[in-house]
């Protein structure tokens, strides 16, 4: 079993930054591919960005590209998103997720289903 608590959500101004942490717990991470999820309000929850088991490969949905990044520090068990140039379309819950077998082929991690632990999320919230 893997814990997950997210941390560092808040509101943050358009244009700003927001750190995200999430620890993990029970399980070390260097095992498991890792992920960040979102869901706004009325919406399904959908894919940002991930980072693979060993080789730390990342990956991003398109609307993040170039201002999110994620990253992972195996020795304290955490993994963190980067927000950069914040707009009000990034308000959300963000949720981490962990598996040990999901694999980065086409869409495929896309799919929340394919995600076997989850935090309980952090609400993020830009003001325009």
């Known amino acids: 079993q893997v814990q997950l608590v997210e941390s560092g959500g808040g509101l943050g101004p358009a244009g700003g930054s927001l750190r995200l942490s999430c620890a993990a717990s029970g399980r070390t991470i260097s095992n498991y591919a890792m992920g960040w999820f979102r869901q706004a309000p009325g919406k399904e929850r959908e894919f940002v960005a991930a980072?693979?088991?060993?080789?730390?490969?990342?990956f991003y949905t398109e609307s993040v590209k170039g201002r999110f990044t994620i990253s992972r520090d195996n020795a304290k068990n955490t993994i963190y998103l980067q927000m950069d140039s914040l707009n009000p379309e990034d308000t959300a819950v963000y949720y981490c997720?962990?598996?040990?077998?999901?694999?980065?082929?086409?869409?495929?991690?896309?799919?929340?289903?394919?995600?076997?632990?989850w935090g309980q999320g952090t609400q993020v919230t830009v003001s325009s």
């Open positions: 980072i693979s088991r060993r080789a730390g490969i990342t």
């Open positions: 997720a962990a598996d040990p077998n999901v694999y980065f082929s086409g869409t495929y991690y896309y799919n929340t289903a394919v995600w076997e632990y």
